[in-house]
């Protein structure tokens, strides 16, 4: 998961960035395009996510393989799995934690990951054989490798910013290398609780980025660019390349915003070194601002 903000405090781990964006930096101007189902997409879908660098599908998964992922995270985080840990809260629930009971502190969780090999539930979903069978086309037929799994669940009124990012600047993966993240929306995402903005046809080279409210790009680049928003109902995902500009903002709503987010790249990959990742997506030493 990413380790950037993550800080210990006690016997749990919180996100430290809790300062608040400037709201300019998530007005989409349309909604992202998408098609209705998994067997829609055909070659000229496949045309249109290697031009635009995503797409949506509005109903990728039933009611019940949607409830069995949330039964999923509920059994990850009533501690069903003795051993697992990887969760991590909002940080400005730190101060209230300690008195809250096991429901009330499912909705402070910012974020649980590397369950795939503990969450049967979850691991199901991530090998989706229909969704496999899209990913595969989409890294030029090569076959997929999921290497990174994450809930995302930002919740009602604290849920904090993803500011804007290309999720590639935290792979240690040369920079070539195929990389196709899958959002899966578990409640109905919507611009008011934090939906996917995203900047279509951007993901064709690297972007720097800067240690700010996150690792992140500078919001300079952002304010005033056409973004994109991804609203979904339950069950709807997002294909986005690993190099798409991407991020959600504040959940100011009332409602849960719950989802799930995988990537996958051949399986034939290899690592590089992470000085490799930072020569393209670092600013530090190239006398830069911000
Ligand atoms: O679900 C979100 O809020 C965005 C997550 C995201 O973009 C990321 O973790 O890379």
């Not at 109905?188 to 900047?199: F, K, P, R, Y």
Request: hydrophobic share 40%; proline share 8%; with cysteine.
């Amino acid at each position: 998961m990413t380790i950037t903000n993550i800080l210990r405090s006690g016997d749990a781990l919180f996100d430290e960035g809790a300062e608040l964006h400037d709201p300019a930096l998530y007005h989409p101007h349309a909604d992202a395009h998408g098609v209705e189902t998994l067997a829609d997409i055909g070659a000229e879908e496949v045309a249109f996510y290697r031009e635009h660098g995503y797409l949506a599908v509005r109903q990728a998964f039933t009611p019940a393989e949607v409830q069995a992922a949330l039964d999923g995270i509920v059994a990850l985080l009533m501690g069903e799995h003795p051993g697992f840990e990887h969760v991590v809260f909002e940080a400005s629930a730190r101060d209230r934690l300690a008195e809250m009971g096991p429901e009330e502190r499912m909705d402070v969780v910012r974020k649980l990951g590397v369950f795939e090999g503990t969450e049967p539930r979850l691991r199901a979903i991530s090998q989706h054989p229909m969704m496999l069978a899209v990913i595969q086309t989409l890294l030029h037929n090569r076959t997929p490798e999921m290497f990174q799994d994450m809930a995302l669940l930002k919740p009602p009124r604290i849920g904090r910013e993803k500011p804007w990012h290309q999720d590639h600047a935290y792979f240690d993966y040369p920079l070539d290398t195929p990389v196709v993240g899958v959002w899966i929306a578990l409640d109905e995402a919507t611009v008011e609780n934090g939906c996917m903005q995203i900047l279509p046809g951007r993901h064709q080279g690297p972007i720097l980025h800067f240690k700010r409210r996150d690792w992140q790009i500078c919001d300079r680049e952002i304010m005033g660019t056409r973004s994109v928003a991804v609203p979904l109902p339950p069950g709807g995902l997002l294909f986005f390349d690993g190099k798409l500009p991407h991020g959600t903002p504040h959940n100011t709503s009332p409602k849960r915003r719950r989802a799930l987010q995988f990537h996958y790249a051949p399986d034939d990959i290899h690592k590089a070194p992470p000085e490799e990742r930072l020569t393209h997506f670092g600013s530090e030493g190239k006398n830069v601002t911000c």
